[in-house]
């Protein structure tokens, strides 16, 4: 079983669907929860981050962690067409950068106008 | 401030061939961390440098390798190219390579082509 497990899609919905893209884990050491924004041709860029469970909120995104089931979801709403990208699940059990982050291989989103 | 920045941006090379990628961290970065992200394996970390000494490598051949300059830029280089290696290269640097996981920042990342 892999550490970090998120559905490839592709994932494609009307514009101004809301969107749920989730990961599980197996490690229960992990309590550092990130999402990542990979447009094509770039590089990730940070979109939301959590310590330990519970949610959080920014503007259309929400970032929910349940560390019991070992399963965390970034809800996207009123989706436009401009967050068609792939969309990276990360975690790590502390801190730095080390080579402590495992990545999902992320899930393909498509918003059609 | 400027983000990271990789050169180049796109690579054509052939097997058995050797390539050299470059990294400019963020100003005042001094960690830089190295990514490989392909369709099939998804991102995997390479190896980090702080203060021009590897401080952690990950599960990669010896063919690829890395340094740091005394200004914190990188260069990872690797060489007698396999047709596996094709993917891209991702750099990303933090403070001190420390802090939170969310902490470091990624740039847009070399694309390389093995024939």
């Not at chain 1, 990542?36 to 920014?58: F, H």
């Not at chain 2, 392909?38 to 970390?45: D, K, N």
């Not at chain 2, 401080?55 to 200004?71: A, H, I, M």
């Amino acid at each position: 079983q892999k550490e970090v497990e998120q559905d490839p899609g592709p994932l494609s919905v009307p514009e101004g669907a809301i969107v749920s893209l989730n990961c599980t884990y197996s490690n229960s050491a992990f309590q550092y929860f990130m999402w990542y924004r990979q447009y094509s041709r770039k590089g990730p860029e940070l979109l939301m981050y959590t310590y330990s469970s519970g949610n959080k909120e920014d503007g259309r995104f929400t970032a929910q962690v349940d560390k019991s089931s070992k399963y965390i979801s970034l809800f996207i709403r009123d989706s436009q067409p401009s967050d068609s990208a792939t969309y990276l699940c990360a975690m790590s059990g502390r801190r730095g950068s080390q080579g402590n982050l495992i990545f999902g291989k992320g899930t393909k989103l498509s918003v059609k106008p | 401030k400027a983000g990271v920045t990789q050169t180049p941006r796109y690579l054509i090379k052939t097997r058995g061939q050797q390539v050299t990628l470059s990294c400019s961290p963020i100003s005042g970065h001094r960690s830089v961390s190295w990514y490989q992200q392909t369709p099939g394996q998804g991102l995997q970390f390479l190896f980090e440098y702080f203060s021009e000494t590897q401080r952690n490598k990950g599960n990669f051949p010896g063919r690829f390798s890395g340094r740091q300059f005394s200004n914190s830029r990188s260069e990872m280089n690797v060489s007698t190219l396999e047709l596996g290696d094709s993917a891209l290269y991702l750099c990303a640097s933090s403070g001190d390579g420390q802090g939170a996981p969310w902490e470091q920042f990624f740039g847009p990342g070399t694309r390389l082509t093995v024939l």
